[in-house]
T-cell receptor, first 115, second 113 residues
């Protein structure tokens, strides 16, 4: 079974600064997807960024980028130029690439933006 | 395009009472998921549907939980009877066949008193 671990329950960053959220995972599969989801107080999970395991290039989406280390099974999220609207819970998630399998989530990191 | 719609947003019930949650996925999405999110935790899958067939319900507590997805579109998740430990957020998500992204609704926050 796959597991996802987020070791930082809470993080804070000054507005406009950069912050990195950590995530490690465990799997015996070689083909899978990794995701970062944002969950604001509205509770809706919003996809921030995704990474396909067979792609060596790290994914980027505007101010969001990942550092994907497949051998180390590490998948961190970097948020540049942090904005007040980035404050939320962030969840790292794993999904096998065999059909529409379930997402396995970590326990989340609460990100606070300091004005 | 409308997203995943869930209702109600909030529900407070007394223990031992029944409760039902409703989900309308994005049009054309064949895969529908129900997730349970306990306070301070990440969501965990309860059941996954491919059209009207439940293809993964291994984590659904079948003694008190049931779900259906008639005609492969809307879905209902029911708890009967509810227990105090069922207080949580129930999230519905959908994705197209072969898609990599799951789209989530805003969830139902259940409080059992």
């Amino acid at each position: 079974a796959q597991t996802v671990t987020q070791s930082q329950p809470e993080m804070s960053v000054q507005e406009a600064e950069t912050v990195t959220l950590s995530c490690t995972y465990d799997t015996s599969e070689s083909d899978y997807y990794l995701f970062w989801y944002k969950q604001p107080p509205s509770r809706q999970m919003i996809l921030v960024i995704r990474q396909e395991a067979y792609k060596q290039q790290n994914a980027t989406e505007n101010r969001f980028s990942v550092n994907f280390q497949k051998a180390a099974k590490s998948f961190s999220l970097k948020i540049s130029d942090s904005q007040l609207g980035d404050a939320a819970m962030y969840f790292c998630a794993y999904r096998s690439n065999f059909g529409n399998e379930k997402l396995t989530f970590g326990t989340g990191t609460r990100l606070t933006i300091i004005p | 395009e409308a997203g995943v719609v869930q209702s109600p947003r909030y529900k407070i019930i007394e223990k031992k009472q029944p409760v039902a949650f409703w989900c309308n996925p994005i049009s054309g999405h064949n895969t529908l998921y129900w997730y349970l999110q306990n306070l301070g935790q990440g969501p965990e899958l309860l059941i996954r549907y491919e059209n009207e067939e439940a293809v993964d319900d291994s984590q659904l507590p079948k003694d008190r939980f049931s779900a259906e997805r008639l005609k492969g579109v809307d879905s209902t998740l029911k708890i009967q009877p509810a227990e105090l430990g069922d207080s949580a957020v129930y999230l519905c998500a959908s994705s197209p066949t072969g898609g990599t992204e799951a789209f989530f609704g805003q969830g139902t926050r259940l409080t059992v008193v």
